[in-house]
T-cell receptor, first 112, second 113 residues
Framework: DAKTTQPPSMDCAEGRAANLPCNHS???????VYWYRQIHSQGPQYIIH???NNETNEMASLIITEDRKSSTLILPHATLRDTAVYYC?????????????FGGGTRLMVKP | NAGVTQTPKFRVLKTGQSMTLLCAQD?????MYWYRQDPGMGLRLIHY???????AKGEVPDGYNVSRLKKQNFLLGLESAAPSQTSVYFCASSYVTLDQPQHFGDGTRLSIL
């Protein structure tokens, strides 16, 4: 799986959009970009994923650059409950034994 | 929906004791996984299963055994607990098709003295 690079920490004001970047310059054509988050003491929570098109769901939007070498997770209206560590993961689609590799992630602090 | 449920949530063991962690999912997922997470580190895959009656080793399988007798349940066993197995254990499940993500339980916090 391709390696990802994320900033270690970010702050965001409550109610504002949180834009979390991820670099994955070695991504290959069959690898998807996944975003998970882990709120303290809880299990990782799936947020969104995509291959090359931008994606949106009830939680967030995922913007993938045309060359697919980077992406941005957007939380449109961050709340205090969005404070968590956010992980960008690049991997091929689900195959047997293809575990998720969680790197350092970005610790997002949403402030009042 | 309950999603992925892990029991127990907390447990303290003495070195050499045995125990079983239970993971149950109600999403009819084919794949199930056991991970461990140590402080300040990412998740590491212990064992996984691609269907009822089948299991396979992950990245760190030593000291653990698993069984999947029913599609919805995946058990993780420690035959003789060691302090190095003190960790938070997460179970996950997913569909087998295409790009489906993994869904996680809230973890079991295990301390071995």
């Amino acid at each position: 799986d391709a390696k990802t690079t994320q900033p270690p920490s970010m702050d965001c004001a409550e109610g504002r959009a949180a834009n979390l970047p991820c670099n994955h310059s070695t991504i290959s054509g069959n690898e998807y970009v996944y975003w998970y988050r882990q709120i303290h003491s809880q299990g990782p929570q799936y947020i969104i994923h995509g291959l090359k098109n931008n994606e949106t769901n009830e939680m967030a939007s995922l913007i993938i650059t045309e060359d697919r070498k980077s992406s941005t997770l957007i939380l449109p209206h961050a709340t205090l409950r969005d404070t968590a560590v956010y992980y960008c993961i690049v991997r091929v689609r689900n195959t047997a034994g293809n575990m998720l590799t969680f790197g350092g992630g970005t610790r997002l602090m949403v402030k009042p | 929906n309950a999603g992925v449920t892990q029991t127990p949530k907390f447990r303290v063991l003495k070195t050499g004791q045995s125990m079983t962690l239970l993971c149950a999912q109600d999403m009819n997922h084919e794949y199930m996984y056991w991970y461990r997470q140590d402080p300040g580190m990412g998740l590491r895959l212990i064992h996984y299963s691609v269907g009822e009656g089948t299991t396979a080793k992950g990245e760190v399988p030593d000291g653990y055994n698993v069984s999947r007798l029913k599609k919805q349940n995946f058990l993780l066993g420690l035959e003789s607990a060691a302090p190095s197995q003190t960790s938070v254990y997460f179970c996950a499940s997913s569909y087998v098709t295409l790009d489906q993500p993994q869904h996680f339980g809230d973890g079991t916090r295990l301390s071995i003295l």
